[in-house]
């Protein structure tokens, strides 16, 4: 008797869009079909039609996602907001594809020249080969000085790999710092706690507000190639005898 096993399939980072200071976030180079973006925003205005907010701090951190059709059209997500979005192929092609949204952490404070970071609490991940991501938002607002927000780092490990979102000024002296990192997580389980980190100057009259938030993609289950499996069922059948067989390179993935 043999049945073709399935396993966690390859999640893809296609590519990023371009980012925009006005709320419209450019559409990733080289998206298909039932890929699933992800949108950063600098801010948790309502989800535009066909997007779905998954996570969001007020005022700092909004993340949205939409599954892709052939031919899209650049979402708005509200005037003077910075927003930039992200596409992934190999997840699930139906319902949400995040297995896991972590609580979102915040931090809000007197505004000063500073290095500060925002923890994002522990997810704990269903699916072995989940795409773990990260998303940072920061928001600082001077009455008498524009500031600005420059990336700075994330917290060592978790994710470890991934791709930060350009940050800077922004118009009547606010600035909105946004970020997004990814990583793979295999084996399935407990993230830890992660962090970014954004540097702020500007005089000490203002204040800001920081988020940040860890989320699990989903991947696709996909058939193992015949090649690399093999079930063996020998009589007596009243206790049969059951042999599964791996090679490189869906070991990892079991």
């Known amino acids: 008797v043999e049945d073709s096993p399935t396993v966690p399939g390859e999640v893809t980072f296609v590519a990023a869009g371009a980012l925009s200071d006005n709320g419209q976030p450019g559409l990733p180079a080289g998206y298909q079909a039932d890929d699933v973006f992800v949108a950063v925003v600098g801010a948790a205005p309502s989800a535009p039609a066909g997007w779905t907010r998954s996570s969001y701090v007020s005022n700092a951190l909004g993340v949205y996602w939409r599954r892709s059709t052939a031919s899209e059209s650049v979402p708005n997500f509200g005037a003077g907001l910075r927003a930039r979005m992200a596409a992934y192929r190999g997840l699930v092609a139906t319902g949400d594809p995040f297995e896991v949204v972590g609580s979102a952490g915040s931090a809000s404070g007197a505004l000063g020249s500073e290095v500060e970071g925002v923890a994002a609490p522990s997810i704990t991940t269903l699916t072995n080969r989940a795409l773990v991501l990260l998303a940072h938002g920061d928001f600082a607002d001077d009455a008498g000085t524009t500031a600005s927000i420059a990336y700075q780092t994330i917290s060592a490990g978790q994710p470890a790999v991934g791709l930060a979102f350009a940050s ?13 990192w990814h990583s793979v997580k295999s084996p399935a389980g407990a993230t830890g706690v ?8 500007a005089a000490d009259d ?9 989320l699990a993609l989903k991947p696709a289950m996909v058939a193992m190639p015949a090649s690399t499996w093999r079930v063996d069922v020998s009589p007596p059948y009243s206790a049969a005898t059951s ?12």
Not at 171 to 177: F, I, K, L, S, V
Not at 194 to 201: F, L, N, T
Not at 206 to 214: E, Q
Not at 243 to 254: G, M, T, Y
Request: hydrophobic residues 40%; contains cysteine; charged residues 10%.
């Open 206 to 214: 203002g204040s800001y507000v920081s988020g940040a938030v860890i």
């Open 168 to 180: 800077g000024a922004g118009p009547a002296a606010t600035a909105r710092g946004i970020g997004l």
């Open 243 to 254: 042999i599964f067989a791996c090679n490189s390179p869906c070991n990892e993935r079991l």
């Open 194 to 201: 992660a962090s970014g980190e954004h540097a702020r100057v």
